[in-house]
């Protein structure tokens, strides 16, 4: 049976990190409101309930064996990251304003779904510690699916947090020039995030 005394805590701690998802929606949070940041916010759980299913089913196996499919995936998702991470740093005034083109909650999603599709160390955590709980005595399968099913429901919890923080600050900061700065700190932490995927040798 999984001990999900120790595991419900630790895969929380690995759900809280703050990452470049939930950067985004703490970003969000604090320029859109509850609702778009929220839904925006959300984007993620097919990626994630994708690369869970590909852990399953043992590809993330075949990731870690072929260095070179890695790498490449891995070079994809830093690309990405950068890209994403310089429009905010580029656009940090309009977004700052809200621009209705800038916050539609499909793009949000969409934004957010790519960033979590293009990590391939999330196949990497799944990999390496949803094994530590699993138990002989067990299908394999059903723990993993099990284990997936909480982390997704924690993820939503995590989402929400990063959310009602941004709006927080949203509420005690409202300087223009404050959210101005806000999205170029994303902005950094995305692209730092991307290079540090690049030059990883992980």
């Not at 429009?87 to 960033?115: C, E, G, P, Y």
């Given at each position: 049976m999984i001990a999900w005394s120790?595991?419900?805590?630790?895969?929380?701690?690995?759900?809280?990190?703050p990452g470049p998802n939930n950067m985004l929606a703490f970003a969000n949070g604090?320029?859109?409101?509850?609702?778009?940041?929220?839904?925006?916010?959300?984007?993620?759980?097919?990626?994630?309930?994708?690369?869970?299913?590909?852990t399953i089913v043992g590809l993330g196996a075949v990731l870690a064996a072929s260095a070179t499919a890695f790498t490449i995936v891995k070079l994809?998702?830093?690309?990405?990251?950068v890209y994403v991470g310089?429009?905010?740093?580029?656009?940090?005034?309009?977004?700052?304003?809200?621009?209705?083109?800038?916050?539609?909650?499909?793009?949000?999603?969409?934004?957010?779904?790519?960033?979590?599709?293009?990590n391939p160390k999330a196949i990497a955590v799944f990999t390496a510690f949803f094994?530590?709980?699993?138990?002989?005595?067990?299908?394999?399968w059903s723990q993993l699916a099990a284990m997936g099913a909480v982390f997704l429901v924690l993820e939503v919890v995590a989402v929400l947090l990063y959310v009602v923080a941004g709006m927080a600050l949203g509420k005690v900061l409202r300087s223009g020039s404050v959210f101005v700065h806000l999205n170029r700190l994303v902005g950094g932490v995305l692209v730092a995030s991307g290079l540090s995927m690049a030059l990883s040798r992980q």
């Open positions: 120790i595991f419900i805590p630790a895969c929380f701690a690995l759900n809280c990190a604090a320029r859109l409101g509850f609702v778009r940041a929220m839904l925006g916010g959300l984007g993620r759980m097919p990626a994630f309930a994708l690369l869970i299913l590909v994809a998702g830093a690309v990405y990251l310089i429009q905010f740093w580029r656009k940090a005034r309009a977004l700052a304003a809200a621009q209705s083109q800038d916050s539609a909650v499909a793009l949000l999603m969409r934004r957010d779904f790519l960033i979590a599709i293009s094994p530590q709980f699993i138990t002989a005595a067990q299908p394999a």
